[in-house]
């Protein structure tokens, strides 16, 4: 939720909860965006080490 009046950014996650100014919403939001990527990439990565390293059978 975002307070028009404050221009606060509330981020209520479970049993936590953010206030964050808009500028730092929107650090943490690239930030985010980064790790999954990073995420994704390395998890991308493994499942291309383990395709190549599976001994391949035909029959």
């Keep these: 939720m975002i307070c028009p009046e404050c221009g606060v950014v509330h ?3 479970q049993s936590i ?5 808009l500028n730092a919403f929107a650090e943490l939001s690239k ?8 995420i994704e990439q390395v998890q991308r990565s493994t499942h291309e ?7 391949h059978i035909f029959h």
């Design 31 to 38: 930030m985010v965006a980064q790790a999954q990527t990073t």
């Design 49 to 55: 080490q383990k395709s190549h390293e599976a001994p």
């Design 11 to 13: 981020l209520s996650l």
């Design 17 to 21: 909860s953010l206030r964050l100014d």
